[in-house]
Nanobody
Framework: QVQLVESGGGLVQPGGSLRLSCAASGRIFSIGTMGWYRQAPGKQRELVATITRAGTTNYADSVKGRFTISRDNAKNTVYLQMNSLKPVDTAVYYC???????????????WGQGTQVTVSS
């Protein structure tokens, strides 16, 4: 019902920056909280940052002051600006969105396919 398409990953040197984007499409009535999560090899998926429709943000302690989450409600898109990247930030980054579908009391909680971020010299 809902598709989330991420872009913007890649290879960057330590100290560098990347900007991830995630666009949601489908039979969407409204989107509530959107977020970014990441999963490094051999580790569980962890929260990076979330943002409500009103713009309230929440960050993992490990990224506070370096990453910024934002969204464009008109475009159903969420962004993650990542600065001062470190090798420990290397992971697959996943977008998540929760909301309501067109056509009545039906809700969604969907994930993107993931985008690889590699921080290495």
């Amino acid at each position: 019902q809902v598709q989330l398409v991420e872009s913007g990953g890649g290879l960057v040197q330590p100290g560098g920056s990347l900007r991830l984007s995630c666009a949601a499409s489908g039979r969407i009535f409204s989107i509530g909280t959107m977020g970014w999560y990441r999963q490094a090899p051999g580790k569980q998926r962890e929260l990076v940052a979330t943002i409500t429709r009103a713009g309230t943000t929440n960050y993992a302690d490990s990224v506070k002051g370096r990453f910024t989450i934002s969204r464009d409600n008109a475009k159903n898109t969420v962004y993650l600006q990542m600065n001062s990247l470190k090798p420990v930030d290397t992971a697959v980054y996943y977008c998540n969105a929760k909301g309501a579908l067109v056509g009545g009391m039906r809700f969604f909680d969907d994930w993107g396919q993931g985008t690889q971020v590699t921080v290495s010299s």
